[in-house]
Protein backbone atom coordinates (compact mmCIF):
# COMPACT_ATOMS: atom_id res chain seq x y z
CA UNK A 1 0.00 0.00 0.00
CA UNK A 2 1.13 3.43 -0.75
CA UNK A 3 1.86 6.11 1.22
CA UNK A 4 1.67 9.08 -1.43
CA UNK A 5 -1.19 10.91 -2.98
CA UNK A 6 -1.61 11.20 -6.45
CA UNK A 7 -2.77 14.69 -7.90
CA UNK A 8 -2.96 16.08 -3.95
CA UNK A 9 -4.93 19.12 -4.19
CA UNK A 10 -4.22 20.06 -0.58
CA UNK A 11 -3.06 23.66 -0.58
CA UNK A 12 -3.56 24.43 3.23
CA UNK A 13 -5.27 22.56 6.51
CA UNK A 14 -8.87 24.37 5.50
CA UNK A 15 -8.55 23.13 2.01
CA UNK A 16 -8.04 19.20 2.26
CA UNK A 17 -11.02 18.12 0.56
CA UNK A 18 -9.41 19.82 -2.42
CA UNK A 19 -10.94 22.85 -4.50
CA UNK A 20 -7.57 24.53 -5.19
CA UNK A 21 -5.21 22.32 -7.04
CA UNK A 22 -1.60 21.76 -5.93
CA UNK A 23 0.53 23.34 -7.82
CA UNK A 24 2.64 21.71 -10.45
CA UNK A 25 5.89 22.69 -12.61
CA UNK A 26 5.65 22.79 -16.43
CA UNK A 27 7.07 20.40 -18.73
CA UNK A 28 8.83 22.18 -20.58
CA UNK A 29 12.42 20.13 -21.43
CA UNK A 30 12.97 16.96 -23.46
CA UNK A 31 15.91 14.61 -23.12
CA UNK A 32 18.82 16.56 -24.75
CA UNK A 33 17.84 19.31 -22.36
CA UNK A 34 17.59 17.35 -19.72
CA UNK A 35 20.53 15.80 -20.06
CA UNK A 36 22.71 19.23 -20.68
CA UNK A 37 20.98 20.19 -17.17
CA UNK A 38 22.24 16.97 -15.56
CA UNK A 39 25.27 17.02 -17.03
CA UNK A 40 25.92 20.27 -15.69
CA UNK A 41 25.03 19.70 -12.29
CA UNK A 42 27.41 16.76 -11.87
CA UNK A 43 29.75 19.42 -13.52
CA UNK A 44 32.46 16.83 -14.54
CA UNK A 45 35.15 19.37 -15.18
CA UNK A 46 34.49 21.62 -12.22
CA UNK A 47 34.49 18.22 -10.04
CA UNK A 48 38.05 17.49 -11.46
CA UNK A 49 39.25 20.06 -10.70
CA UNK A 50 37.88 20.96 -6.92
CA UNK A 51 37.21 17.84 -5.67
CA UNK A 52 39.28 15.40 -7.31
CA UNK A 53 42.90 17.00 -6.34
CA UNK A 54 42.01 15.97 -2.24
CA UNK A 55 41.71 12.51 -3.43
CA UNK A 56 44.75 12.87 -4.87
CA UNK A 57 46.21 13.93 -1.83
CA UNK A 58 45.13 11.29 -0.06
CA UNK A 59 45.01 8.83 -2.40
CA UNK A 60 48.01 9.28 -5.07
CA UNK A 61 48.29 6.96 -8.11
CA UNK A 62 44.66 5.03 -6.28
CA UNK A 63 42.89 7.82 -7.62
CA UNK A 64 41.62 6.85 -10.64
CA UNK A 65 41.15 3.00 -9.83
CA UNK A 66 39.07 4.74 -6.29
CA UNK A 67 36.69 6.63 -9.00
CA UNK A 68 36.25 3.64 -11.30
CA UNK A 69 35.57 1.38 -8.83
CA UNK A 70 32.66 4.36 -7.49
CA UNK A 71 31.38 4.53 -11.10
CA UNK A 72 31.15 0.75 -11.15
CA UNK A 73 28.79 1.07 -7.93
CA UNK A 74 27.06 4.00 -9.22
CA UNK A 75 25.77 1.91 -12.50
CA UNK A 76 23.67 -0.17 -9.72
CA UNK A 77 22.73 3.12 -8.55
CA UNK A 78 21.56 4.57 -11.28
CA UNK A 79 19.83 1.74 -12.61
CA UNK A 80 17.88 2.21 -8.78
CA UNK A 81 17.34 5.66 -9.70
CA UNK A 82 16.25 5.27 -13.50
CA UNK A 83 13.16 2.56 -12.25
CA UNK A 84 12.34 4.46 -9.19
CA UNK A 85 12.56 7.83 -11.09
CA UNK A 86 9.92 6.70 -14.22
CA UNK A 87 8.12 4.61 -11.50
CA UNK A 88 7.25 8.20 -9.25
CA UNK A 89 8.15 11.32 -11.57
CA UNK A 90 8.27 13.52 -8.93
CA UNK A 91 10.46 17.48 -8.61
CA UNK A 92 10.75 15.71 -5.12
CA UNK A 93 12.95 12.63 -6.23
CA UNK A 94 14.62 10.36 -3.43
CA UNK A 95 11.95 11.43 -0.70
CA UNK A 96 9.16 10.71 -3.43
CA UNK A 97 10.65 7.36 -4.52
CA UNK A 98 11.04 6.14 -1.02
CA UNK A 99 7.89 7.43 1.03
CA UNK A 100 6.24 5.30 -1.70
CA UNK A 101 8.15 2.48 -1.67
CA UNK A 102 9.23 1.87 1.83
CA UNK A 103 7.15 4.36 3.88
CA UNK A 104 6.76 7.55 5.34
CA UNK A 105 9.31 7.81 7.89
CA UNK A 106 12.08 6.54 5.55
CA UNK A 107 10.96 9.05 2.82
CA UNK A 108 11.09 11.75 5.38
CA UNK A 109 15.14 10.81 6.34
CA UNK A 110 16.17 10.68 2.64
CA UNK A 111 14.81 14.10 2.55
CA UNK A 112 16.65 15.34 4.99
CA UNK A 113 19.83 13.51 3.83
CA UNK A 114 19.18 15.14 -0.15
CA UNK A 115 18.34 18.12 1.93
CA UNK A 116 22.17 18.20 3.42
CA UNK A 117 23.67 17.47 -0.32
CA UNK A 118 21.87 20.07 -2.41
CA UNK A 119 22.53 22.54 -0.06
CA UNK A 120 26.78 21.71 0.87
CA UNK A 121 27.58 20.41 -2.64
CA UNK A 122 27.20 23.81 -4.33
CA UNK A 123 29.19 26.35 -1.87
CA UNK A 124 31.92 23.17 -1.84
CA UNK A 125 32.51 23.47 -6.09
CA UNK A 126 31.44 27.05 -5.39
CA UNK A 127 34.65 28.10 -3.29
CA UNK A 128 37.21 26.43 -5.89
CA UNK A 129 36.61 29.14 -8.35
CA UNK A 130 38.91 31.30 -6.54
CA UNK A 131 41.78 29.07 -7.53
CA UNK A 132 40.99 29.18 -11.45
CA UNK A 133 40.49 32.88 -11.50
CA UNK A 134 43.82 33.70 -9.85
CA UNK A 135 45.64 33.69 -13.30
CA UNK A 136 43.49 37.63 -13.70
CA UNK A 137 42.15 37.96 -10.08
CA UNK A 138 43.41 37.33 -6.39
CA UNK A 139 40.33 36.31 -4.44
CA UNK A 140 39.14 34.98 -1.34
CA UNK A 141 38.07 31.60 -1.77
CA UNK A 142 35.29 32.61 0.51
CA UNK A 143 34.18 35.39 -0.62
CA UNK A 144 34.45 33.99 -4.28
CA UNK A 145 32.36 31.09 -3.97
CA UNK A 146 29.54 33.58 -2.32
CA UNK A 147 29.82 35.38 -5.32
CA UNK A 148 29.23 32.76 -7.30
CA UNK A 149 26.58 31.37 -5.11
CA UNK A 150 24.69 34.37 -5.35
CA UNK A 151 24.96 34.71 -8.92
CA UNK A 152 23.24 31.52 -9.95
CA UNK A 153 20.59 32.18 -7.74
CA UNK A 154 19.46 34.86 -9.68
CA UNK A 155 20.18 33.14 -12.52
CA UNK A 156 17.46 30.42 -11.23
CA UNK A 157 15.07 32.43 -10.88
CA UNK A 158 14.77 32.60 -14.88
CA UNK A 159 13.03 29.90 -17.09
CA UNK A 160 14.18 25.93 -17.12
CA UNK A 161 14.28 25.62 -20.54
CA UNK A 162 16.85 28.94 -20.79
CA UNK A 163 18.59 27.79 -18.47
CA UNK A 164 18.97 24.66 -20.73
CA UNK A 165 20.71 26.23 -22.84
CA UNK A 166 22.71 29.03 -21.25
CA UNK A 167 24.22 25.88 -19.25
CA UNK A 168 24.63 23.68 -22.19
CA UNK A 169 26.85 26.50 -23.60
CA UNK A 170 28.70 26.23 -20.16
CA UNK A 171 29.26 22.75 -20.73
CA UNK A 172 30.73 22.31 -23.82
CA UNK A 173 33.55 25.15 -22.48
CA UNK A 174 34.13 22.60 -19.44
CA UNK A 175 34.45 19.50 -21.65
CA UNK A 176 37.19 21.32 -23.45
CA UNK A 177 39.05 22.14 -20.64
CA UNK A 178 38.59 17.98 -19.55
CA UNK A 179 40.10 16.98 -23.26
CA UNK A 180 42.85 19.57 -22.90
CA UNK A 181 43.89 18.02 -19.68
CA UNK A 182 43.52 14.45 -20.49
CA UNK A 183 45.45 15.03 -24.01
CA UNK A 184 48.14 16.75 -22.43
CA UNK A 185 48.82 14.16 -19.51
CA UNK A 186 48.79 11.73 -21.92
CA UNK A 187 51.26 13.49 -24.33
CA UNK A 188 53.61 13.84 -21.29
CA UNK A 189 53.51 10.48 -19.55
CA UNK A 190 55.74 10.26 -16.70
CA UNK A 191 54.82 6.37 -15.69
CA UNK A 192 53.24 3.41 -17.37
CA UNK A 193 49.81 2.49 -16.98
CA UNK A 194 50.97 -0.20 -14.05
CA UNK A 195 51.38 2.77 -11.71
CA UNK A 196 47.31 3.08 -11.96
CA UNK A 197 47.17 0.02 -9.38
CA UNK A 198 50.69 0.63 -7.83
CA UNK A 199 48.47 2.52 -4.89
CA UNK A 200 51.07 4.66 -4.02
CA UNK A 201 50.99 8.28 -2.14
CA UNK A 202 53.31 10.96 -1.00
CA UNK A 203 54.08 10.78 2.87
CA UNK A 204 55.32 13.38 4.52
CA UNK A 205 58.55 12.94 4.54
CA UNK A 206 58.27 12.98 0.86
CA UNK A 207 58.80 9.34 0.07
CA UNK A 208 56.06 7.23 -1.32
CA UNK A 209 53.59 5.32 1.07
CA UNK A 210 51.51 2.45 0.22
CA UNK A 211 47.54 3.22 -0.35
CA UNK A 212 45.98 0.84 1.55
CA UNK A 213 42.80 -1.03 0.80
CA UNK A 214 40.83 0.77 3.95
CA UNK A 215 41.65 3.58 2.60
CA UNK A 216 40.47 2.99 -0.70
CA UNK A 217 37.03 2.10 0.65
CA UNK A 218 36.89 5.38 3.03
CA UNK A 219 37.71 7.02 -0.54
CA UNK A 220 34.65 5.45 -2.19
CA UNK A 221 32.61 7.55 -0.51
CA UNK A 222 33.78 11.04 -1.71
CA UNK A 223 34.12 8.80 -5.30
CA UNK A 224 30.44 8.18 -5.21
CA UNK A 225 29.82 11.88 -5.26
CA UNK A 226 31.94 13.16 -7.96
CA UNK A 227 29.45 11.22 -10.09
CA UNK A 228 26.21 11.87 -8.01
CA UNK A 229 24.95 14.45 -9.83
CA UNK A 230 23.23 12.42 -12.59
CA UNK A 231 20.18 12.00 -9.86
CA UNK A 232 19.15 15.50 -11.39
CA UNK A 233 17.32 13.65 -13.85
CA UNK A 234 15.12 12.28 -11.09
CA UNK A 235 14.90 15.92 -9.61
CA UNK A 236 13.96 17.17 -13.01
CA UNK A 237 11.12 14.29 -14.40
CA UNK A 238 8.36 16.56 -13.48
CA UNK A 239 9.21 19.22 -15.93
CA UNK A 240 10.55 16.47 -18.58
CA UNK A 241 8.69 15.49 -20.97
CA UNK A 242 7.31 11.69 -21.58
CA UNK A 243 9.53 10.87 -18.17
CA UNK A 244 8.30 7.55 -18.51
CA UNK A 245 10.97 7.08 -21.12
CA UNK A 246 13.37 9.81 -20.66
CA UNK A 247 14.53 10.26 -16.83
CA UNK A 248 15.88 6.43 -17.55
CA UNK A 249 18.02 7.74 -20.49
CA UNK A 250 18.81 10.86 -19.34
CA UNK A 251 19.94 9.28 -16.04
CA UNK A 252 22.11 6.36 -17.89
CA UNK A 253 23.41 8.81 -20.17
CA UNK A 254 24.83 10.91 -17.85
CA UNK A 255 26.00 8.95 -15.79
CA UNK A 256 28.11 7.04 -18.55
CA UNK A 257 29.66 10.30 -20.17
CA UNK A 258 29.94 12.02 -16.89
CA UNK A 259 32.42 9.03 -15.70
CA UNK A 260 34.40 9.42 -19.31
CA UNK A 261 34.83 13.05 -18.70
CA UNK A 262 36.12 12.53 -15.49
CA UNK A 263 37.94 9.14 -15.24
CA UNK A 264 40.13 9.97 -18.36
CA UNK A 265 41.84 13.14 -17.24
CA UNK A 266 42.18 11.56 -14.02
CA UNK A 267 44.28 9.03 -15.51
CA UNK A 268 46.20 11.81 -17.81
CA UNK A 269 46.98 13.48 -14.85
CA UNK A 270 48.46 10.56 -12.93
CA UNK A 271 50.76 9.27 -15.82
CA UNK A 272 51.75 12.85 -16.78
CA UNK A 273 52.65 14.34 -12.89
CA UNK A 274 56.62 15.05 -12.82
CA UNK A 275 56.69 12.95 -9.57
CA UNK A 276 54.85 11.62 -7.02
CA UNK A 277 54.85 14.30 -4.92
CA UNK A 278 53.29 16.68 -7.40
CA UNK A 279 50.54 14.48 -8.09
CA UNK A 280 49.54 14.02 -4.73
CA UNK A 281 49.79 17.88 -4.19
CA UNK A 282 46.97 18.13 -7.06
CA UNK A 283 47.58 21.34 -8.34
CA UNK A 284 46.24 20.46 -11.55
CA UNK A 285 46.87 24.11 -12.50
CA UNK A 286 50.05 24.09 -12.36
CA UNK A 287 50.72 20.74 -13.93
CA UNK A 288 48.69 22.33 -17.48
CA UNK A 289 51.01 25.23 -17.42
CA UNK A 290 54.35 22.86 -16.97
CA UNK A 291 53.28 20.52 -19.87
CA UNK A 292 52.17 23.73 -22.44
CA UNK A 293 52.41 27.18 -21.71
CA UNK A 294 50.54 29.67 -19.31
CA UNK A 295 48.57 30.86 -21.88
CA UNK A 296 46.95 27.31 -21.82
CA UNK A 297 47.15 27.06 -18.78
CA UNK A 298 45.16 30.03 -18.11
CA UNK A 299 42.61 28.81 -20.66
CA UNK A 300 42.21 25.65 -19.06
CA UNK A 301 41.57 27.63 -15.67
CA UNK A 302 38.91 30.31 -17.31
CA UNK A 303 36.76 27.17 -18.30
CA UNK A 304 36.85 25.55 -14.94
CA UNK A 305 35.58 29.24 -13.24
CA UNK A 306 33.13 29.29 -16.25
CA UNK A 307 32.12 25.37 -15.37
CA UNK A 308 31.91 26.19 -11.61
CA UNK A 309 29.09 29.08 -12.37
CA UNK A 310 27.24 26.53 -14.30
CA UNK A 311 27.17 23.75 -12.30
CA UNK A 312 25.87 26.56 -9.40
CA UNK A 313 22.99 27.77 -11.47
CA UNK A 314 22.08 23.86 -12.27
CA UNK A 315 22.59 22.93 -8.56
CA UNK A 316 19.88 26.02 -7.58
CA UNK A 317 17.56 25.13 -9.79
CA UNK A 318 17.85 21.29 -8.58
CA UNK A 319 17.98 21.93 -5.09
CA UNK A 320 15.29 24.60 -5.20
CA UNK A 321 12.99 21.92 -6.78
CA UNK A 322 13.15 19.82 -4.11
CA UNK A 323 12.18 22.32 -1.71
CA UNK A 324 9.24 23.24 -3.40
CA UNK A 325 7.98 19.84 -3.55
CA UNK A 326 8.55 19.78 0.18
CA UNK A 327 6.46 22.75 0.90
CA UNK A 328 3.58 21.17 -1.71
CA UNK A 329 3.80 17.87 -0.02
CA UNK A 330 3.28 19.61 3.22
CA UNK A 331 6.54 19.05 5.31
CA UNK A 332 6.43 22.00 7.57
CA UNK A 333 3.93 24.40 9.28
CA UNK A 334 1.31 26.09 6.99
CA UNK A 335 3.20 29.68 6.52
CA UNK A 336 6.59 27.91 5.60
CA UNK A 337 4.17 25.50 2.58
CA UNK A 338 2.80 28.55 1.13
CA UNK A 339 5.74 30.69 0.73
CA UNK A 340 7.71 28.01 -0.26
CA UNK A 341 5.44 26.61 -2.86
CA UNK A 342 5.09 30.09 -4.92
CA UNK A 343 6.19 29.89 -8.37
CA UNK A 344 6.85 33.23 -10.45
CA UNK A 345 7.00 34.74 -13.27
CA UNK A 346 8.87 31.50 -15.34
CA UNK A 347 7.29 28.98 -13.52
CA UNK A 348 10.06 28.42 -11.47
CA UNK A 349 9.76 27.97 -7.69
CA UNK A 350 11.33 31.86 -6.56
CA UNK A 351 11.15 31.75 -2.94
CA UNK A 352 12.46 27.91 -3.07
CA UNK A 353 15.19 29.27 -5.23
CA UNK A 354 16.18 32.09 -2.62
CA UNK A 355 16.09 29.70 0.13
CA UNK A 356 18.62 27.59 -1.31
CA UNK A 357 20.72 30.03 -2.92
CA UNK A 358 21.45 32.50 0.40
CA UNK A 359 22.11 29.77 2.30
CA UNK A 360 24.58 28.21 0.31
CA UNK A 361 26.36 31.24 -0.17
CA UNK A 362 26.94 31.30 3.97
CA UNK A 363 27.99 27.65 3.79
CA UNK A 364 30.95 28.77 1.45
CA UNK A 365 32.85 30.38 4.63
CA UNK A 366 32.27 26.93 6.81
CA UNK A 367 35.73 24.71 7.09
CA UNK A 368 35.55 22.74 3.61
CA UNK A 369 36.91 19.44 5.48
CA UNK A 370 33.55 19.36 6.96
CA UNK A 371 31.38 19.86 4.28
CA UNK A 372 33.54 17.57 2.50
CA UNK A 373 33.09 14.84 4.97
CA UNK A 374 29.26 15.10 5.86
CA UNK A 375 28.29 15.15 2.24
CA UNK A 376 30.07 12.06 1.82
CA UNK A 377 28.16 10.33 4.54
CA UNK A 378 25.33 12.15 3.84
CA UNK A 379 25.62 10.42 -0.21
CA UNK A 380 26.09 7.41 0.55
CA UNK A 381 23.70 6.65 3.49
CA UNK A 382 20.66 8.81 0.72
CA UNK A 383 21.85 5.92 -2.05
CA UNK A 384 21.28 3.10 0.49
CA UNK A 385 17.64 4.22 1.38
CA UNK A 386 17.10 4.79 -2.15
CA UNK A 387 18.50 1.13 -2.57
CA UNK A 388 15.72 -0.43 0.05
CA UNK A 389 13.20 1.46 -1.68
CA UNK A 390 14.67 -0.17 -5.22
CA UNK A 391 14.25 -3.63 -3.58
CA UNK A 392 10.77 -2.85 -2.56
CA UNK A 393 9.91 -1.28 -6.12
CA UNK A 394 7.48 -4.03 -7.46
CA UNK A 395 5.29 -4.96 -4.79
CA UNK A 396 1.52 -5.02 -5.00
CA UNK A 397 0.71 -2.64 -7.69
CA UNK A 398 3.91 -1.39 -8.56
CA UNK A 399 4.88 -4.54 -9.88
CA UNK A 400 1.93 -3.47 -12.87
CA UNK A 401 2.84 0.34 -13.50
CA UNK A 402 4.74 1.00 -16.11
CA UNK A 403 7.88 1.93 -15.68
CA UNK A 404 11.98 1.09 -16.97
CA UNK A 405 12.67 -1.96 -15.22
CA UNK A 406 16.24 -2.43 -13.80
CA UNK A 407 18.32 -5.72 -14.79
CA UNK A 408 19.42 -8.06 -12.76
CA UNK A 409 16.40 -6.94 -10.06
CA UNK A 410 17.10 -7.90 -6.89
CA UNK A 411 20.53 -8.92 -7.16
CA UNK A 412 21.29 -5.07 -7.73
CA UNK A 413 20.25 -3.37 -4.79
CA UNK A 414 20.92 -6.41 -2.86
CA UNK A 415 24.67 -5.60 -3.71
CA UNK A 416 24.24 -1.89 -3.25
CA UNK A 417 23.08 -2.23 0.10
CA UNK A 418 25.78 -4.25 1.39
CA UNK A 419 28.46 -2.38 0.15
CA UNK A 420 27.31 0.91 0.60
CA UNK A 421 26.75 0.05 4.56
CA UNK A 422 30.21 -0.77 4.70
CA UNK A 423 31.42 2.02 3.02
CA UNK A 424 29.38 3.87 6.01
CA UNK A 425 31.70 2.08 8.26
CA UNK A 426 34.68 3.21 7.33
CA UNK A 427 33.82 6.81 7.95
CA UNK A 428 35.59 9.18 9.96
CA UNK A 429 33.35 8.91 13.73
CA UNK A 430 33.49 13.28 13.39
CA UNK A 431 31.56 12.88 9.90
CA UNK A 432 29.21 9.78 11.35
CA UNK A 433 28.46 12.05 14.23
CA UNK A 434 27.42 15.62 12.62
CA UNK A 435 25.30 13.57 10.20
CA UNK A 436 23.92 11.57 12.64
CA UNK A 437 23.21 14.58 14.93
CA UNK A 438 21.05 15.97 12.52
CA UNK A 439 19.17 13.11 11.03
CA UNK A 440 18.35 12.24 14.99
CA UNK A 441 16.91 15.78 14.98
CA UNK A 442 14.87 15.14 11.76
CA UNK A 443 13.58 12.28 13.06
CA UNK A 444 12.40 14.20 16.16
CA UNK A 445 10.47 16.56 14.00
CA UNK A 446 8.97 13.62 12.52
CA UNK A 447 7.82 11.85 15.53
CA UNK A 448 7.06 15.34 17.77
CA UNK A 449 4.94 17.27 14.63
CA UNK A 450 4.21 15.72 11.54
CA UNK A 451 3.47 11.56 12.34
CA UNK A 452 0.63 13.49 14.67
CA UNK A 453 -0.24 14.98 11.49
CA UNK A 454 -0.27 12.36 9.19
CA UNK A 455 -3.49 13.19 7.42
CA UNK A 456 -2.81 16.87 6.94
CA UNK A 457 0.98 16.81 6.39
CA UNK A 458 3.57 14.89 4.92
CA UNK A 459 1.20 14.19 1.95
CA UNK A 460 3.29 13.04 -1.10
CA UNK A 461 2.11 14.00 -4.08
CA UNK A 462 2.50 12.88 -7.35
CA UNK A 463 2.33 15.34 -10.81
CA UNK A 464 -1.26 15.01 -12.61
CA UNK A 465 0.29 14.18 -16.25
CA UNK A 466 2.94 11.96 -14.61
CA UNK A 467 2.37 9.48 -17.68
CA UNK A 468 3.44 9.78 -21.23
Known sequence: MTDTLEKSPVTDDASVTGSVPTPELKRSIGVVGGTL?????????????????DLFGSLGTATALTIAIGSLLCIAVAFCYSELGTLIPSAGGEYAMVTTLAGRLAGWLVFVLSLLVVMIVPPVIAMGTADYLAPIVDLDPAMA?????????????LDLRANAWITGVFLVLEVIAAAVVAVLGFAHA???PDSLVSLQVAGADGGPDTVTAMLIVSGLAIAL????????????S????????NVARTVL?????????ILVPVIGI?????????????????????????????????????????????MVIQNSRVLFASARDKAWPQPVNTVFAKLGRFGSPWVATLAVGIPGAALCFVDLDTLYGVTGVSVTGMYLLVAVAALLSRRGAHRHTSAWRMPLWPAMP???????????????????????????????????????????????????????
Open 37 to 53: LTLSCVTPASTLFVVVP
Open 145 to 157: GAGVMLLATLAGL
Open 190 to 192: ERG
Open 225 to 236: FVTQGFSTAVYL
Open 238 to 245: EELENPRR
Open 253 to 261: ATLGISAVI
Open 270 to 314: TLGASDLAELTGGDIGSMVTAWSSSAVGTFVSLCVALAIINAGIV
Open 414 to 468: VLLIVVLAYILTQQETEYLLWTGGITAAATLYWALYLRPRRDTRWLVSLPSDEAP
